[in-house]
């Protein structure tokens, strides 16, 4: 039982490259999300997704696509990525509305710098 | 979308001493999360709670919802112990979203 596993765990790229950020989780849960974490700032939710084939944006969106690939995986985009897009970004899976249960759980993060 | 204000931001303390982390909210909610980011990054989940109390191992966790208040208390603390605390409150009630607060960042001295 792995929980959480994001790949990379760091990455760098210029600007206007392109990378895709991976999640998967191994828990069942319906909901997933992506928050990014920059310094003296809270996590920030870019995007979610409540259930297989359904996602709604976030806080911070512009920039991102996200692809909620089957219930295991949910993946974010970078199509022309930008310095300002340089931050911490964090997976999270949860079992949303299920009362004492109702955990998220993270993944470790990808350190992405975009110079 | 709810605003979330956590203090103090920065909290040194020495080992043994009671803790306690406060976080306010502006929009009614249905619960309130507690987590601990460890200093290597990773992220936990310590409580989920929607009124009243609720105790793990040393943590103590209250919430007011009238008054749109919760605590996080830490009895007997630890080096261990030291890492940034977080909370996070729905975006309105019922809202599976979460605002997050940014964090106190606890160190315990031995």
């Known amino acids: 039982n792995a929980g959480v596993t994001q790949t990379p765990k760091f990455q760098v790229l210029k600007t206007g490259q392109s990378m895709t950020l991976q999640c998967a989780q191994d828990m069942n849960h319906n909901s997933m999300y992506w928050y990014r974490q920059d310094p003296g700032m809270g996590l920030r939710l870019i995007y979610y997704?409540?259930?297989?084939?359904?996602?709604d944006k976030g806080e911070v969106p512009n920039g991102y696509n996200v692809s909620r690939l089957n219930k295991r995986e949910f993946s974010l985009r970078l199509e022309s990525a930008a310095p300002s897009q340089t931050s911490v970004y964090f997976c999270?899976?949860?079992?949303?509305?299920?009362?004492?249960?109702?955990?998220?759980?993270f993944g470790p993060g990808t350190r992405l710098t975009v110079l | 979308k709810n605003e979330v204000e956590q203090s103090p931001q920065n909290l040194t303390a020495q080992e043994g001493e009671f803790i306690t982390i406060n976080c306010s909210y502006s929009?009614?909610?249905?619960?309130l999360h507690w987590l601990q980011q460890h200093p290597g990054g990773g992220i936990v989940s310590l409580f989920m709670?929607?009124?009243g109390k609720k105790k793990h191992g040393r943590l103590i966790a209250t919430i007011n919802i009238q008054e749109k208040h919760s605590s996080l208390h830490i009895t007997a603390s630890h080096p261990r112990d030291s890492a940034v605390y977080i909370c996070a409150a729905p975006y309105n009630f019922g809202n599976e979203k979460l605002t997050f607060g940014t964090g106190t960042r606890l160190t315990i001295i031995p």
């Open positions: 999270a899976s949860r079992l949303y509305g299920t009362g004492s249960t109702d955990t998220q759980y």
């Open positions: 709670l929607s009124s």
């Open positions: 929009v009614g909610i249905s619960a």
């Open positions: 997704s409540a259930s297989e084939g359904t996602t």
